[in-house]
């Protein structure tokens, strides 16, 4: 019996997705893992959709098909994920890196006046590292400072500094926010954790049982590290320094409650590309 054809299995794979409640992604997704299991770029598979698929690979594909439709994340079965012009190592140790979360790096690039002044930036619980890093890659003479309490996150981070060619730029430091930190910075940007912890268990298999809590918990309402990260922006930034922060997109409103009450009065709401409250910004004084 002849092998089927890759196109065969492509489709065969996309409906086990969809099975599996993936919907929409099932396609891009069986795409993105044919990839992987046969080592073949988009351009190179589109070209051989029509050969057999030898049996090695095919079981490749079937055993990274069970791990996605078991809703494991994508990003962790391939081990990397897109972000912003960069390609970031990703583990259960971080967040996967978002699209929304580019809002951020777009504010923070649209706050500095000089992309080629010689900027200090600090980021607040990088996780993977990606704002700091997405900020670096476009500020050729800034430097920054990421902190994260997590060891495991710390370690991801300075990998994917290496990975881009940037770990000469980037200091890392294991701290609670920005605990023992003293220097002043230019920018200060953060996606702290904002998800209410009773929201937490009705989202997606793919971020309750596969992302790191410490980095998804915000509280009883979301809410609970903005007043102490806007204290530590009073503390940390330079005067005239900026200060962008990643928020949910219901909580605009709120946080810039809350930002006004720790004495930015020129705080200001950031959309995303789906038009929704997805950063704040304000200035130092």
């Known amino acids: 019996m002849s092998a089927p054809a890759r196109r065969e299995a492509l489709r065969a794979g996309a409906a086990r997705l969809r099975a599996a409640g993936l919907g929409d992604e099932a396609e891009g997704d069986a795409r993105r893992l044919m990839e ?30 069970a791990r996605r439709a078991a809703r494991e994340p994508l990003s962790h079965i391939i081990g990397s994920v897109g972000f912003w012009t960069l390609d970031l190592i990703v583990t259960r140790d971080v967040l996967t890196p978002r699209p929304d979360t580019e809002t951020v790096v777009e504010a923070a690039l649209a706050a500095a006046a000089d992309r080629n002044a010689p900027l200090e930036i600090l980021d607040i619980a990088t996780g993977s590292g990606a704002i700091a890093l997405a900020l670096l890659s476009e500020l050729p003479n800034a430097r920054a400072v990421a902190t994260d309490l997590s060891a495991g996150a710390l370690a991801v981070a300075r990998d994917n500094a290496a990975h881009n060619g940037l770990a000469d730029r980037i200091g890392f430091i294991e701290t609670s926010w920005a605990d023992g930190v003293d220097s002043r910075f230019d920018l200060v940007v953060s996606n702290p954790p904002y998800i209410a912890s009773a929201v937490i268990e009705t989202l997606a298999p793919e971020v309750k049982d596969h992302e790191p809590r410490l980095a998804l918990d915000g509280g009883p309402d979301g809410l609970a590290p903005y007043p102490h990260l806007f204290a530590e922006a009073k503390r940390l930034l330079k005067a005239g320094g900026a200060a962008v922060f990643e928020i949910g997109y219901d909580q605009g ?33």
């Open 36 to 65: 992987v299991a046969s080592g073949l770029d988009g351009a190179s598979l589109l070209a051989r959709l029509n050969a057999p698929m030898p049996g090695e690979e095919a079981a490749r594909f079937d055993a990274l098909l």
């Open 253 to 285: 409103h709120a946080a810039l409650s809350l930002a006004r009450a720790a004495g930015f009065g020129n705080a200001a709401l950031r959309r995303d590309l789906g038009g929704r409250h997805r950063a704040l910004v304000f200035r130092q004084g």
